[in-house]
């Protein structure tokens, strides 16, 4: 395991990696570890692989493994390197997780099994396992439908009471802010992190409900860095004002998703094709249109 500030401590904006392909669906290293490099760059305390923005259920257990280990040496400690691992049942998930630490990974994300949903009691059951087979902490994705599988607070309190590796929690069920204050008063000093989601839509009223970091697809890092910033220094009318400034982008890319992430990304240099294996529209004219008036206001000069 890579030594890091103390896992308590991670907070700030966490980049959660989007996954390169070649204009033939072949997954793009080079594009993935300068990826890496620019969110370690632009400010992002960890990074995270083949989660939702990752593709990952577009991804066979081979290629999330390997993309895990790239991660992994391309990160080279700078940073933790988080691995999602999540899987359709206990076995699949024990497999990538355990397959995830012995590659290098600091910590785990996971979330329930996303195919078949199951009950609380299963759901515990499932986290049971995992905590049982790693020996590295566990952030429990909590997500929404249809992807995820979400969970009530009472239930998260639960885990974190009985599984000692499950520390850490991603909120991100609707209505997202309210969702989070929950959780946070129903762990309260049981979770030692608790990161929202939607790209950092509900940053600021979230920070303000006990949120302790941001897990945001990672084209425009450097802007929600600066944003999570002034929140720390207690300036809240600065980050209204810089949210105010990328909030546009921010209500976009919830709409446009993957695609429109992958396109800033290949618009600043930093990955060399936008192609995407989901079943997503393309984006259009006004989409493209919208995202570089983005990039003019954020001072971002387009290189592709």
Sequence with gaps: MATHAADSELRGILAILVTPFHEDGSFDEK???????????AGARAVISTAIF??????????????TRVMVDQTAGRVPAIATTSGVG????VELSVDAEEAGADMLMIMPPYISKLPPDGVYDYFKAINEAVDIPIIIQNAAQPVGAPVSADELARMLRDLEHCRFIKEEVPPNPQSMHNTAMATKGLSE??????GGLYMITEHRRGCTGWMVAPQFTEALVEIDDALVSGDESRARQLYQR???GLVLEHLMGIPWAKRALKLRGIIDSDAYRIASPPLQDEDEHELRQLMDELGIVPKA
Excluded: M, N, V
Aim: glycine share 10%; hydrophobic share 40%; charged share 20%.
């Design 54 to 67: 990752g593709e990952f259920f577009t991804l066979s257990d081979s290629e999330r493994k390997h993309i």
């Design 90 to 93: 206990a076995a699949h998930a």
């Design 246 to 248: 990328i909030l546009p």
């Design 31 to 41: 594009s993935f570890r300068s990826q890496i490099d620019f969110t370690i760059d």
């Design 193 to 198: 992190g608790i990161y929202g989601g939607f």
